[in-house]
Structures are given as structure tokens and as C-alpha cells.
């Protein structure tokens, strides 16, 4: 007999796998765009974004049907605005952002990140002015993700800054009130990270990358449950290293699918090819949930006891897994539980089982920071600060970086229910411990010193 | 000046049969120039062309094989492709991106006649294919390598494939020559898996 059944379980392994590509960023290089008159820099930024981009959707779409990989989204990011648009007013600022927005939205992508700056050392009159802009920047935009970083080991962290910042942030949430604040999730707070990390929300193009550059993010989720539920049909009762390597193979047929992906669409737009981002995040589909691994691997709800053990197992899997896949893995992957993005945390802050301490708790365990998480919109600004700061400085002690994004929802208490539009899920606002205990630290103001 | 031929060898699969005919070949003066075999069942099956001396009768190649190879009771067919009506090629060669499509599940009739119609309404090649039944519960496995011309949706096609058979239990994966490279492969993807579309 000829095929017997090595041939069979030969062509079983051609089965069709749940691959995806979650992010493809397109980073420009706009820093020639400078120029005195505001109409001058606009048009120019409009008219590098288009000429660059213009492709780039009709690309994703032939790249995608060529090797039958669905790609989710698709983004742009550009040189960091402050240091393209210096001597700007808040007001110019806002026109600035209304103008990637017009270009974001004639090249059909879903985002575009750049309105950012660094203030992690001390702030620039630009960078005031900028962070000024934000709330109308923000609530007029769409598309447009801003970014703003405050600190990293090795120069301390900007306190000031953050209180700055926390403002901002509740004026935002106040200035998009009618949509529940969600122009306070595209303001992403981040620390040990120069903003140039291309593939956090409301990334730059950072130094150093040339004029054109493709970055690929992993669409790892899916993938990772479909191994699980495959081991664990064959045995219930896998232990954890088992497991673990399941989930390390998933990562590796997501880190090749993406760099493959990745490298046409770059290719094919004559742009260099930049990096895989390794990082694990739910997607707008239903079965994409991260905490849903958890749960698969037997702790029943996230922030339970075993949580960072879980997360840890997870983080480990996916940089083994991304490590031996591509030498263009990113540097650093995290697991980002992004509240409103994933299912089973939203629904997880319905059940009351969720609590703001065991997020605060995770966020500090494999995963990159708050991300996405509804607050009290009384929540003072001081308690905002105090809680972005905590974040930051556990980031910067353990010389890993952070992304946070929260938003204080207006008019809502906590254990109201809040709803968005677009991609993110209903959920429930948790009740934050001790607010207002932390105003007269925060009012100090100053620098947190470096990490030694 | 040699002759090309065309020929299928089917004979009983006993040791000694492959030894059998090359030795009828190299009697003749013959050289493979492409060939696949394969065992089916209790038979062995060759496919292949070879080029004889331009002297060398068809027949006579036919009957030689045919006695050296008759304790394996071999039958064997020839045909010149000089002699067949020419065959319409495409005029410029297109570039074809290549698949590979594997269906599975509970054997039923027609499942390859849908997959085969479907496949020529979109202008593909079929390569190469293979596939049994396992008798103990009746599933089958089907795997075919295509050349896909440019234009076609994998995604859709797949999806097409899908819906129809998803019904009776039958899973469908499509899935990109370079996909399973960059997966099976361990050099990295830059390296090995990116090569300009073969044409055909």
C-alpha cells in the first residue's frame, strides 16, 4: 500500500491555521516638512502622506488575497510633530492634527500616530503648547493617536510633566464628552521608550529608520487558542511546560507569517522592511481575547492569584517562540490587556470579579501598562496623575517600558456601564481605592531622579 | 538526433520491477527524462518521458518492454507528441503564483469534481495531486499543488471551497507555496522564501 498512514498525518499537518496579521505600519519620514508658515508645513505633510501612502491599502489587499492572510488594520506613523512643527500655538497644533487626519482618511488607513513629543527630561515651550492641544486635537480627530513620553531609567521621570498630562487627559475625556471621552484613549502615556517605538499606539517614526519603512505586528491570539484547544482535546490534563510549548509553535507561524507578509508589502511600496512586533493583543474579533488564554490555562479570571504566573508563562512562550522565528522580532514584546479591546476583560469587569488593583497588578506582570481602562470621570486630577505615575515608575525600575491609556469617563461613577463606538466592547467602570489621598505628592511637582 | 516518447508502465508491485524496466530502457538505448511513480494499491505505476534513438521504432520499444517485464504482466502505453494536435499555450507566459489546497474529511462522491470545477472556472492549473481513503472510518485526504494566475483571491476561493463542504464535514486549507515554506523552513523568511512567481 502506498499511502498509508504516515502519508495522512503528512497531509494533515496542511491544514488550513488560523493565521493573521494584526497591524501593518507604514512609518514616513516628514521631518522635511518644516516650515515657518503653517499653511506651508500642513500642505507639505498632506501631500508626503499621500504620495508615500497612497498604495499602501491596495497593497495590504493584494498581499493579503496573494497568500490568503487577512491583515486587521493598517497605520501610519511620521516623525514626532514637535519636532516637525516648532513655534506653533495650541490652535495651529489642532490644524496640524485635522491635517493628518484628511490625509490618514484619503489613504483609507485606520490610524495614524506621530502627534507626539518627548518631554521626559523637561518640557518645551512646543511640547506645551502641544500638550495644550490635545484635547481639541483629539475630540476633532479620528484617526489621529497622540503620544507623549515622560520618563525612562536613565533620566528619572517628569513629574510635572505627568501632572500636566493627567490634566490634559481629563480635559480631553471632558472635550468628547458626548462619546463617553474615548478621545482620551488615542493619548497614549509612555515611559522608558523613545517615542520611535513603532508599534505602540500612538507610536513615531523613531531615529533612525530612513524615509519609508514597513513594521508588521503578529496576529498572535487566535493562532495561540487554536494550539491550546488542540492540546488540551488530545489532553486535558497537559501540564503547563506543554502548554507553554504549544503556545511558543503558535508564535513562531505567526512571527513567519507576519515577516512574509511584511517583507511583500514592503517590497511591493519600495520601502525598507522594519520589524516584527511580537507583542500579544486582542483584535476586534470575537474569539481574539487574551485574557481568554488565561483562562485556558486554567485560572478562571483575570487578576486571580496565578495571574502573573500565567502572564509570565505567556511572555515567555511568545519572545522564545518570536526569537528563533525572525531575526526582525522587536525587542521587547509584551501582552497588552487592553480592557476595552478584549472581551473576556470586559465582560470580566461586569462580573465585579475584576478589580482596578488586580489590573494595576497584571500591568505590571508581562503586560506593557494600563491600557484602555474606563475610570470614575470624578477621578481629580492629582489621583489620574498619581496612578499614571505609579505605572511609569514601576516601568522605569524594572528597565521595561510602558504604554498607559486611560480615560476618565465624564459624568460616570463607577459601576456605570460605558459604551464606544467602533472596536472597543461595553464594560463597567471600576472603583478606584483611595482617590484624592495623593494630591499634596503630585502637587510637589519636580523630577524623580534616575534609576541607579 | 533522439525521439521523445511518452509513457505509462502499470505492472504488479513485486521487487525487481523497477530493475526489470530500466534494464529494458537501457536496452533500447533510452533516457528518462522525467518521470513519477507511484504505488497504487497492489500496483506499481510509472509515468515518464524518455528519449530513444531517432532509428528506434515505437513499437518495437513497446513489445521490448513489454517481454522483459512480462512476469510482472506490465501493459504499457506510448504516444510521440509529435504526432498529437498542437496545444494551445498562452501566448506570453504568466506569471502563476503556486498553492497548495488539501481537502479532509468523511468520504462522499463529487467532492473532487466540485473542487476540479471550481478550480477551471478560475483559470488554475492543477500540478499535481494526491490523496486515498483509509478504509477504517472511511475519511479521505486530498492534496493538490496548483498554479494560480494572478488576479485570484485565496482568500475567497477558500472561502468559496469552504462554505460548500463545511456543511458535510469537510475542511478545506489553501494555502500559499511560500506560507508553508516560510513555516517549515527554518532559515529565516528573507532568506529562502522570497523568489520572483514561477511562470508556466
Redesign the interface.
Same mark, same amino acid.
Given at each position: 500500500?502506498?499511502?498509508n498512514?504516515s502519508?495522512?498525518s503528512a497531509?494533515?499537518q496542511?491544514?488550513?491555521?488560523p493565521?493573521d496579521v494584526r497591524t501593518i505600519t507604514l512609518g514616513i519620514n516628514v521631518s522635511d516638512c518644516h516650515n515657518h508658515s503653517l499653511h506651508t508645513l500642513c500642505e507639505g505633510l498632506y501631500q508626503r502622506i499621500i504620495s508615500k501612502a497612497e498604495r499602501l491599502t491596495s497593497v495590504c489587499g493584494e498581499v493579503?488575497?496573494?497568500?490568503?492572510?487577512?491583515i486587521m488594520q493598517r497605520r501610519i506613523v511620521v516623525t514626532p510633530i514637535d519636532r516637525v512643527a516648532q513655534g506653533f500655538a495650541a490652535s495651529d497644533l489642532v490644524n496640524v492634527a485635522k491635517t493628518l487626519e484628511g490625509a490618514a482618511a484619503q489613504v483609507r488607513v485606520d490610524r495614524i500616530g506621530g502627534f507626539a513629543a518627548d518631554v521626559q527630561h523637561g518640557i518645551s515651550s512646543s511640547a506645551r503648547e502641544m500638550i495644550a492641544s490635545l484635547p481639541a486635537a483629539l475630540s476633532q480627530t479620528v484617526r489621529v493617536r497622540a503620544a507623549m513620553h515622560v520618563g525612562t531609567t536613565e533620566s528619572g521621570v517628569n513629574m510635572d510633566a505627568i501632572a500636566l498630562l493627567a490634566d490634559a487627559l481629563k480635559q480631553t475625556a471632558q472635550a468628547d464628552s458626548e462619546r463617553n471621552g474615548d478621545a482620551a484613549a488615542k493619548l497614549v502615556i509612555l515611559a522608558n521608550n523613545a517615542t520611535g517605538h513603532p508599534h505602540l499606539t500612538g507610536a513615531c517614526l523613531g531615529d533612525g529608520w530612513g524615509d519609508l519603512v514597513v513594521h508588521v505586528g503578529i496576529g498572535a491570539a487566535s493562532l495561540i487558542r487554536h494550539a491550546l484547544v488542540e492540546r488540551l482535546s488530545q489532553d486535558p490534563k497537559a501540564p503547563l511546560h506543554e502548554l507553554a510549548a504549544a503556545i511558543q509553535t503558535a508564535v513562531f507561524?505567526s512571527t513567519?507569517?507576519a515577516?512574509?507578509v511584511g517583507?511583500?508589502i514592503a517590497?511591493r511600496l519600495g520601502a525598507d522592511?522594519g520589524s516584527v512586533d511580537v507583542s500579544l493583543a486582542p483584535t476586534r474579533r470575537p474569539d481574539d481575547s487574551v485574557a481568554a488564554l488565561l483562562t485556558l490555562l486554567g485560572i478562571e479570571q483575570v487578576g486571580a492569584p496565578g495571574t502573573a504566573t500565567a502572564l509570565t508563562l505567556i511572555l515567555n512562550a511568545v519572545r522564545a517562540g518570536a526569537a528563533f522565528a525572525?531575526?526582525?522580532a522587536g525587542g521587547y514584546s509584551r501582552i497588552m490587556l487592553s480592557v476595552l479591546e478584549d472581551s473576556s476583560l470586559a465582560a470580566a469587569t461586569k462580573s465585579k470579579e475584576l478589580t482596578f488593583d488586580q489590573l494595576c497588578m497584571a500591568a505590571n506582570a508581562g503586560s506593557g501598562g494600563l491600557d484602555l481602562v474606563s475610570l470614575p470621570g470624578d477621578t481629580d486630577v492629582a489621583t489620574l496623575a498619581a496612578i499614571i505615575s505609579d505605572q511609569v515608575s514601576f516601568a522605569v525600575l524594572n528597565h521595561r517600558p510602558v504604554a498607559i491609556r486611560i480615560i476618565p469617563v465624564p459624568g460616570k461613577r463607577a459601576g456605570e456601564g460605558v459604551t464606544y463606538s467602533g472596536m472597543m466592547n461595553d464594560a463597567v467602570i471600576l472603583p478606584i481605592r483611595g482617590t484624592g489621598l495623593s494630591k499634596s505628592f503630585i502637587e510637589r511637582g519636580g523630577r524623580l531622579p534616575p534609576v541607579r | 538526433m533522439a525521439r521523445r516518447y511518452i509513457m505509462t508502465v502499470l505492472a504488479a508491485n513485486r521487487v525487481g520491477i523497477l530493475a526489470a524496466l530500466s534494464n529494458a530502457l537501457d536496452e533500447l538505448g533510452g533516457n528518462m527524462l522525467d518521470v513519477s511513480q507511484?504505488?497504487?494499491?497492489e500496483f506499481f505505476t510509472m509515468i515518464l518521458a524518455a528519449e530513444f534513438p531517432e532509428e528506434r521504432d515505437p513499437e518495437i520499444i513497446v513489445d521490448h518492454i513489454r517481454a522483459v517485464c512480462r512476469p510482472f504482466g506490465a501493459e504499457v502505453a506510448l504516444k510521440n507528441p509529435e504526432n498529437e494536435p498542437p496545444f494551445e499555450l498562452d501566448e506570453e507566459p504568466i506569471p502563476r @503564483?503556486r498553492?497548495?489546497l488539501?481537502a /479532509?474529511g468523511q468520504d462522499r462522491p463529487g467532492v473532487l469534481r466540485f473542487i476540479a470545477h471550481r478550480l477551471a472556472q478560475d483559470d488554475i492549473i492543477l500540478l499535481d495531486l494526491?490523496?486515498?481513503r483509509?478504509e477504517s472510518d472511511h475519511s479521505f485526504?486530498a492534496?493538490m499543488e496548483l498554479a494560480v494566475p494572478p488576479g485570484?483571491?485565496?482568500?475567497?476561493l477558500?472561502n468559496d471551497l469552504d462554505n460548500e463542504f463545511r456543511p458535510n464535514g469537510i475542511?478545506?486549507?489553501? @494555502?500559499?507555496r511560500?506560507?508553508?515554506a /516560510?513555516?517549515a523552513h527554518p532559515e529565516?523568511?528573507?532568506f529562502n522564501?522570497?523568489s520572483p512567481p514561477p511562470t508556466y
Open positions: 500500500m502506498a499511502h498512514d502519508f495522512f497531509l494533515q496542511l491544514r488550513q491555521l493565521l493579503s488575497s496573494l497568500f490568503g492572510v487577512p507561524q513567519r507569517t515577516e512574509l517583507r511583500e517590497s522592511f525572525s531575526c526582525a | 507511484a504505488v497504487i494499491q @503564483q498553492y497548495v488539501t /479532509a494526491q490523496g486515498m483509509r485526504l492534496s485570484v483571491d485565496a482568500l475567497k477558500r475542511t478545506i486549507a489553501l @494555502q500559499h511560500r506560507v508553508l /516560510a513555516l529565516p523568511v528573507g522564501t522570497v
